[in-house]
């Protein structure tokens, strides 16, 4: 790495296929790692997805964050074995740590107690602004002191709460969220995917995004939306000038939602730029409505429509969207071919990107990015390039057990 103080970098970890074997990190690895860490200016971003460290490594990292020489600014422990102590540790970590940009716990079974926990750390913590907790098993009671404690919180700008754990059909957390979204114009990108989302949540939802100013990307994919729903969201694009991405993959919202979106599209003030209605059972007349808001609007530039149904008239109507260059064929996630003087569309694997705002790690700010070659949406961000690039550091370990 060198030792010129100001060379930043960010440390990776990486599992290497070496013969038949490979071998994740444990407890007594972050053990080392966070001693080898102390007082260190030059590494701000630490990335330890998919390894097997549990609640008491991550007290060594919680220990680690709290060295005030310290310059980490992400710290991503995606799908590791952490529970609700670790969650609880790394929370109370938080509320003394002022360089922490971004924490990334998905896939760690935190829990209702982890999660409160954390919640309450959002209370104390002024400098956050990223925090991903999908699939880690949040409560009802938790995922309301989310919206409860962002009410108040002016510094975080992207939360993940996707797949939390609901058995109450009252969607209860839609009333909150609403309440909150009412009053919080600072946070920029939620996830609320997989969370039973229903029409009547989503008519709850749009009451408080009427008054929001803030909010950028709104991710809805996998619920229970139908085309009722969809006009309730709808109508808020009529009104809304901030939003402008919304995924609704894997809902139902057919052809009368997609006629819907299509009409709010349509709209000189409507400010959406990318949209995701992937398997939605939406047949031609739904799908044909989209393709003629798409080259009426001056504003959507992706949109992804793959997992409906698409017959010719819906296949040429998108292939001269694609030809013309109206809808450009990286920013769409079909491609058309023809086959006997017929017109079809093939799946292209891309899709809708799946943040808005990520943290980047050898700056201060929080980056706008596309997973796409598009003009880059307008922002207060500085550049992505500082005067020295990041560096990452790949750990080659002997494998033990196969893949």
Known sequence: MGNDGNRKCHLKTVRKLQTEKCQRLDDEDILALSKCLKNSKSVTGLDLRYNSITDEGVGHLAELLQEDSLALRSLDLTFNDIQKKGAEVLAKSLECNSTLLCLRLSGNKIESRGSMQLAS??????????????????????????SIVLKSNRTL???????????????????HFSEMLALNSTLMELHLGKMGLSDTGMERLTE??????????????????????????????????????????????????????????????????????CSNNIGTKGLLSLAHSLAISTTVSHLYIWGNLLEEPVCQAYQELISSGRLPANQTDVSAYEVDGRVFLAEVFQCLRKHYYRTNCSETDVSALSNTAAEPLKKKASSLHSNFPPHTIEQRVPLQSSI
């Open 121 to 146: 750390s959002l209370q104390v913590n002024n400098t956050l602004q990223e925090l991903q907790l999908a699939d880690c098993d949040l409560d009802t009671q938790s995922v309301i002191a989310f």
């Open 208 to 277: 408080g995004l009427r008054r929001n100013t803030g909010l950028r990307y709104l991710d809805l994919r996998c619920n229970r939306v139908t085309r009722d729903g969809v006009r309730f969201l709808a109508n808020l694009l009529k009104q809304n000038p901030s939003l402008e991405v919304i995924d609704l993959s894997s809902n139902r919202i057919e052809d009368v939602g997609a006629m819907y979106l299509s009409e709010a599209i349509a709209l000189p003030g409507c400010s959406l730029r990318e949209l995701s209605v």
């Open 157 to 175: 700008l992207s939360l993940d709460i996707s797949r939390p754990l609901l058995f109450s059909l009252q969607e209860e957390w839609a009333v």
